[in-house]
């Protein structure tokens, strides 16, 4: 489409959309986020997500989101040391910047140890997981069980930070429970620890993942710490991250479960920022276009492991048009790229039928990492 006539659709896309950045807002985000001595020039992050943001994920997200700065899915240190190679969740495209990657454990010693493997195969900044609810990782002291052993967690990025030379943060929730929210403390003594960046989620750790995220304890946060703090909880859309921006005064957001089937947020939300302008969402064929590319890649990337995995990625593709759901029950069970491929192709030639239009998809910036 002419760039002209891409203009006007844009402007009047803004006009008739129901969020505005405010000005304040506006010359907040203007300038790139700093964490550390590590300039980034998005303040939209794409969260950790295990299962899920391998090099493949990060590379679909990274098409939409040049600028964006990326995780790798948790890595644990006590595995680390004792096996003292690399798994593939640490792997990192030598292209791929800015990216973290994010490591679990209680052991400082350890914790050191497995940041400066993570600083040699390339990671901008180390992430250390403090808000993981998961049983297993908790009843070994890991994840969102350091909330309750402060001193443990001081501790801990102390040890990384003297490790290595690239910037430490923390990603945390509010509290382990109602009872026990503690987020402005402990965001306190993790930046007096040396953590050069917060992102905090605001679900305490008994919440899970459900109720919302309660972003008035990331306001509170922010008030204290010098530090960039990042919002994350409950940001699936557009609207959701300037809501959250201007509610919290935090000096970004991560999206997370909104990107689950849907690799684009990160750059709308970003685009947003930059721009005050809307991205034209994807209709379902460019979703369904983007599962086939996340089926091919994960292959190619994994073999058979790939396709397991990418089941799961191409169900949640597959949403917001008829036969969706009966699309989705084919596509959880198949069993080689080929299935999964034509199953795709039957459906986008079925929707291209009742007159989807795919010419948009060409408007997107895309970036080849
Ligand atoms: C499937 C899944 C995997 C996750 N894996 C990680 C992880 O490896 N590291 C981490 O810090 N958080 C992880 N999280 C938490 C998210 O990064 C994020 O903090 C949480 O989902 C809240 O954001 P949301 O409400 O926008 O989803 C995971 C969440 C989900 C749903």
Redesign the pocket.
Request: net charge neutral; hydrophobic share 25%; glycine share 16%.
């Given at each position: 489409m002419d760039r002209m006539v891409k203009f006007i659709r844009d402007r009047i896309m803004a006009a008739l959309s129901p969020t505005a950045l405010s000005p304040e807002l506006q010359a907040r985000l203007s300038t790139p986020l700093q964490i550390g001595n590590l300039e980034v020039k998005s303040r939209v992050l794409q969260?950790?997500?295990?299962?899920?943001t391998d090099l493949v994920f990060r590379r679909l997200v990274r098409r939409y989101a040049p600028e964006s700065m990326m995780y790798t899915?948790?890595v644990n240190a006590t595995g680390l040391h004792y096996v003292k190679q690399l798994p593939k969740l640490m792997e990192i495209d030598p292209n791929e910047r800015p990216i973290s990657i994010?490591l679990f454990d209680c052991r400082p010693d350890f914790l050191a140890e497995a940041a400066q493997m993570a600083v040699e195969e390339g990671a901008d900044t180390v992430d250390i997981?403090m808000?993981?609810p998961v049983n297993k990782i908790t009843k070994n002291g890991g994840g969102s069980s350091l909330l309750r052993q402060p001193e443990i967690a001081e501790e801990i990025v102390r040890s990384v930070v003297q490790a290595v030379k690239v910037p430490v943060t923390v990603?945390t929730r509010i509290g382990w429970s109602d009872k026990e929210i503690n987020a402005v403390e402990f965001a306190q003594r993790m930046q007096d620890a040396g953590a050069q960046m917060l992102t905090l989620?605001g679900r305490t750790r008994s919440q899970g993942?459900n109720g919302s995220?309660r972003w008035e304890w990331i306001t509170r946060v922010k008030e204290v710490l010098s530090i960039p703090v990042i919002a994350?909880?409950?940001?699936?859309s557009v609207d959701a991250a300037v809501r959250c921006l201007e509610m919290t005064g935090a000096d970004g957001v991560m999206?997370?479960?909104?990107t689950l089937g849907y690799p684009f947020l990160v750059g709308e939300v970003d685009y947003f920022l930059k721009t005050g302008l809307r991205r034209q969402p994807p209709t379902p064929i460019e979703r369904l276009e983007c599962a086939r590319d996340h089926l091919q890649m994960l292959w190619a990337y994994k073999g058979d492991r790939g396709i397991r995995q990418a089941r799961k990625h191409m169900t949640w593709y597959a949403k917001g048009f008829m036969g969706a759901a009966d699309l989705r029950g084919k596509l959880a069970l198949v069993e080689t790229q080929e299935q999964g491929e034509e199953l795709i192709n039957r459906a986008i030639a079925h929707l291209a039928q009742q007159g989807w239009q795919t010419e948009d998809a060409s408007e997107l910036q895309l970036v080849e990492v």
């Open positions: 969260s950790p997500l295990s299962g899920v899915e948790m994010q997981n808000g993981c990603k989620h993942y995220a994350n909880g409950d940001i699936f999206c997370s479960r909104g």
